[in-house]
């Protein structure tokens, strides 16, 4: 019903910087919100940033201050800006979106793209 497609994955020194896309197509009406997740190996997925259809931002502690969020309606595309990038960023990042229709909040997924930052 929803695709998600991302790209600008890739590997960075610390310190370096990358900026992922997500373009959405299909049914990309009443999408509530459009963010991003990541899963480091041998841990759970956690939420990285999120923006609501209102604009509203939502930051997890640990990027806070480095990433930067932002859509592009017209586009149907969200962008996830990554400055000095750590080590510990290292994982798979997931494109996600949540669609609120009848009350009902239905996720949707990206393929997923892997940063890497080295040392």
């Known amino acids: 019903q929803v695709q998600l497609v991302e790209s600008g994955g890739g590997l960075v020194q610390a310190g370096g910087s990358l900026r992922l896309s997500c373009a959405a197509s299909g049914d990309v009406f009443s999408i509530h919100a459009v963010g991003w997740y990541r899963q480091a190996p041998g841990k759970q997925r956690e939420s990285v940033a999120d923006?609501?259809?209102?604009?509203?931002?939502n930051y997890a502690d640990s990027v806070k201050g480095r990433f930067t969020i932002s859509r592009d309606n017209a586009k149907n595309t969200v962008y996830l800006q990554m400055n000095s990038l750590k080590p510990e960023d290292t994982a798979v990042y997931y494109c996600n979106a949540k669609k609120m229709t009848y009350a009902v909040v239905t996720n949707y997924w990206g393929q997923g793209t892997q940063v890497t930052v080295s040392s």
């Open positions: 923006i609501t259809s209102g604009a509203s931002i």
